[in-house]
């Protein structure tokens, strides 16, 4: 009933992943591309090599603090996501509809024994008669 809609939110899980490790080697890769041109040669008659700082600056914004905006950006999308796979596992429970496959692409299980099963929340000793004690509100 609403398996595109899960498989569309575990997409878009893993595409925040992989554009997330994308921006930060895009990162690495301008800082390294900035303090490559960051020397300029100047033939005025003898070679001199001036050292362009403002170049050299950017490079280090882009090693250090670009890998930590995209970091700080991939946790709050996951924080998004891990909201909306809430809303789908309570819709889930409203329907009565299985979450198996939800839990499944959620925490990445790969066996069934190790999804958790509601009679492991039930004590079933506790439900039946001879473990029911009277108080003095039932006499």
Do not use: H
């Amino acid at each position: 009933m609403f398996k595109e809609s899960d498989q569309n939110l575990v997409f878009l899980e893993k595409l925040i992943t992989v554009v997330s490790f994308i921006a930060v080697l895009g990162c690495v890769i301008t800082a390294i591309c900035l303090w490559v041109t960051s020397s300029v040669e100047v033939i005025n008659g003898e070679a001199k090599k001036i050292v362009d700082g403002f170049r050299v600056g950017m490079g280090f914004v882009a090693f250090f603090v670009g890998p930590l905006l995209v970091w700080i950006n991939y946790k709050i999308w996951m924080v998004v996501i891990s909201f909306l796979y809430d809303i789908k596992l309570i819709r889930n429970k409203l329907y009565n509809i299985n979450s198996e496959k939800l839990y499944r692409d959620l925490f990445n299980y790969e066996e069934e024994e190790t999804l958790p099963n509601k009679n492991d929340y039930l004590n079933q000793e506790t439900l039946t008669e001879g473990n029911i004690q009277e108080t003095n509100d039932d006499k």
